[in-house]
């Protein structure tokens, strides 16, 4: 039972990744999922999630209009889409998991949650964009 993370690597500034967390040993649309990462010197932070019910999600200030995370429950996959990186994007990316109870159908996901909350973590996947 575990997430894992692929799909990072080295790009230039302005380019573009797409990360996958891909579940594997459980279903994750019982799931909020989160993407956090961190960078060398610096404190882990949420990047963004994702919510079960209407797939509503949140992101960091520092990403908003440039990052993009969907679901797809078919793939048993969340990804996270990143445009017009930043020397500043660089980190290892973890994704984790909240496993939320059937009858809480109104749960949202927060970012903060996942550094207590989490479930299931991933081992990361390396990001870094060169200026």
């Known amino acids: 039972v575990q997430v894992a993370e692929s799909g990072g690597g080295l790009v230039q500034t302005g380019g573009s990744l797409r990360l996958s967390c891909v579940a594997s040993g459980f279903n994750l649309d019982t799931y909020t999922i989160g993407w956090l990462r961190q960078a060398p010197g610096k404190e882990r932070e949420g990047v963004s999630c994702?919510?079960?019910?209407?797939?509503?999600?949140l992101y960091a200030d520092s990403v908003k209009g440039r990052f993009t995370i969907v679901r797809d429950n078919a793939k048993n996959t969340v990804f996270l889409q990143m445009n017009s990186l930043e020397p500043e994007d660089t980190g290892l990316y973890y994704c984790?998991?909240?496993?939320?109870?059937?009858?809480?159908?109104?749960?949202?996901?927060?970012?903060?949650?996942?550094?207590?909350?989490?479930?299931?973590w991933g081992q990361g996947t390396q990001v870094t964009v060169s200026s």
């Open positions: 994702i919510s079960i019910n209407d797939g509503s999600s």
């Open positions: 984790a998991a909240i496993s939320v109870p059937p009858w809480n159908t109104q749960y949202m996901c927060e970012l903060h949650h996942f550094d207590d909350d989490s479930d299931y």
